[in-house]
């Protein structure tokens, strides 16, 4: 399998560019966050990527960081999601927007993307829950294995989830449960 490719840009047709290396072009998709990030043309490119072997055809999809190919990756072992879909969410959501709207299990951010309905959007939260955020949990600001513990206490005692990020985000890094579930009521109480 080609995992990354290097070499210089020749075109750029969203969503797709070609990349030549050593004198062999490959076409290859990539999501808008990586297209408007691209060099100019006759500029060097290195891509991370990943080939789909179809029955009647060899698709590349290339990735600007890997992040981006990891929930690539993750968002096609949803069921009835194909790569075009996958590039379609990622082009419409950055990674840390739909790992947010993963562990908020928010629909909004994903029915935005052209594509995706509701019952889409709802089986991709379901089927993402505790895997693209445990992949890329750094994406998610100041969510450590306290925070997180301290998000489900808040969310037990009955504010919303957005309500307790919002809350959980404002502790200091590496704060006990105990004090953070303590510090986040505080700051809940002043809103």
Known sequence: MIGRLSGNLLEKNPPQVLVDC????????VPMSTFYNLP?????ITLLTHMVVREDAQLLYGFSSNDERSAFRE?????GIGPRTALAVLSGLSVSDLAQAITLQEVGPLTRVPGIG????ERLLLELK????????????????????????LTALGYSDKEALLAVKQLPA????????????KLLSKT
């Open 22 to 29: 050593n004198g062999v072009g490959y076409e290859v998709h």
């Open 40 to 44: 100019a043309l006759n500029e060097r």
């Open 75 to 79: 968002l096609l072992k949803v069921s």
């Open 118 to 121: 509701k019952k889409t959007a």
């Open 130 to 153: 505790g895997k693209l955020g445990a992949d890329l949990g750094g994406l998610v600001p100041n969510v450590n294995d306290h925070s997180s513990d301290v998000l489900q206490a």
């Open 174 to 185: 590496n704060v006990g449960v105990s004090d953070g579930i303590k510090q986040a009521l």
